[in-house]
């Protein structure tokens, strides 16, 4: 296993990944995606994202934590690093989104989409 060597690799596999997994880590990889950043930068491939011989890349969510709490993404602007801060949090489900009922849910939804001006 090696870490992928282009953005356009580690985003081709981690939706190849992303599609047969946990809603918290599609949305999480969807994320890193959609900003875009995060798959660009050399030192978060080298740091957490595998890559299989197939081309399905995965980021290890432990490793991913591990990076970002001892200062490894630190020369990213503040909301790079709290959008990465927010997919580690959803990948390794950290809030246990993945066992809320559709109450709590929507509710968290709902508190997340006030919290950045979008009207639900």
Request: proline fraction near 4%.
């Amino acid at each position: 296993m090696s870490a992928p060597a282009s953005a356009t690799s580690a985003v081709v596999g981690l939706r190849r990944w992303a599609r047969g997994h946990s809603p918290q880590v599609a949305a999480a990889v969807g994320l890193l995606i959609a900003h875009g950043t995060w798959p660009a930068r050399p030192e978060f491939r080298d740091a957490c994202i595998e890559r299989d011989r197939d081309g399905t890349c995965w980021i290890d969510w432990t490793d991913a934590r591990t990076a970002f709490d001892t200062g490894a993404f630190a020369r990213a602007s503040t909301s790079e690093i709290a959008v990465l801060d927010l997919a580690i949090a959803l990948g390794e489900d950290r809030f246990r989104l993945s066992r809320m009922g559709p109450a709590n849910a929507r509710a968290i939804a709902d508190a997340v989409a006030a919290a950045v001006g979008v009207a639900r």
